[in-house]
Antibody
Framework: EVHLVESGGGLVKPGGSLRLSCAAS????????MTWVRQAPGKGLEWLGH??????????DYAAPVKGRFTISRDDSQETVYLQMNSLKTEDTAVYYC???????WGQGTLVTVSS | DIQMTQSPSSLSASVGDRVTITCRAS??????LGWYQQKPGKAPKGLIY???SLQSGVPSRFSGSASGTEFTLTISSLQPEDFATYYC?????????FGQGTKVEIK
């Protein structure tokens, strides 16, 4: 059975940093392109970025609103993907999901609140 | 970047109705499109991939089609459990982009 479990969410002040983790199991992690998606309260889904599998160079792509502030990385030995978020803004308040588009795997989401 | 224009933003329908939701891509994305259903407080769930292929376990009343850059999700006979918000997602090229969502409500 596939599991994606996010952790690391919480309350952070504007300008602060936070690192989210997503632990995966039940599928071949090394082959998966791992994606982060978020959803602000009452809003739609927003694709943030992904990290490709090492077979595709392990490179990353990001959405414009987070490029330069967020970094996605992966540890294939731990089957975990990370989202490092710096220079957080109030508009980054959202539920953050890790997911795999191929296979349609989703975590349960973790809430990040950016507020003073 | 590829823009996905989804319509309508909301609709009211009755159980048994046929419902159609559309996403239009700003450029050619081949058939690199998925449809997702989301219920309040839950993670999204995939319904369709490759524009028209049903995800495993999804009822056959859901179907997807494509014509050029226009993509359609059809629910042939709306059931009570189908009241939810639906999103399209293009995964042809980064940045991937979601449509704005369609909320399907009970009439």
């Amino acid at each position: 059975e596939v599991h994606l479990v996010e952790s690391g969410g919480g309350l952070v002040k504007p300008g602060g940093s936070l690192r989210l983790s997503c632990a995966a199991s039940g599928f071949t992690f090394i082959n998966a392109w791992m994606t982060w998606v978020r959803q602000a309260p009452g809003k739609g889904l927003e694709w943030l970025g992904h990290v490709k599998s090492e077979a595709y160079g392990g490179t990353t792509d990001y959405a414009a609103p987070v490029k330069g502030r967020f970094t996605i990385s992966r540890d294939d030995s731990q089957e975990t993907v990370y989202l490092q978020m710096n220079s957080l803004k109030t508009e980054d308040t959202a539920v953050y999901y890790c997911m795999v588009i191929t296979g349609d795997y989703w975590g349960q989401g973790t809430l990040v609140t950016v507020s003073s | 970047d590829i823009q996905m224009t989804q319509s309508p933003s909301s609709l009211s329908a009755s159980v048994g109705d046929r419902v159609t939701i559309t996403c239009r891509a700003s450029q050619d994305i081949r058939n690199d499109l998925g449809w997702y259903q989301q219920k309040p407080g839950k993670a999204p769930k995939g319904l369709i991939y490759g524009a028209s292929s049903l995800q495993s376990g999804v009822p056959s009343r859901f179907s997807g089609s494509a014509s050029g850059t226009e993509f359609t999700l059809t629910i042939s006979s709306l059931q009570p459990e189908d009241f939810a918000t639906y999103y399209c997602l293009q995964y042809n090229s980064p940045p991937r982009t979601f449509g704005q969502g369609t909320k399907v409500e009970i009439k």
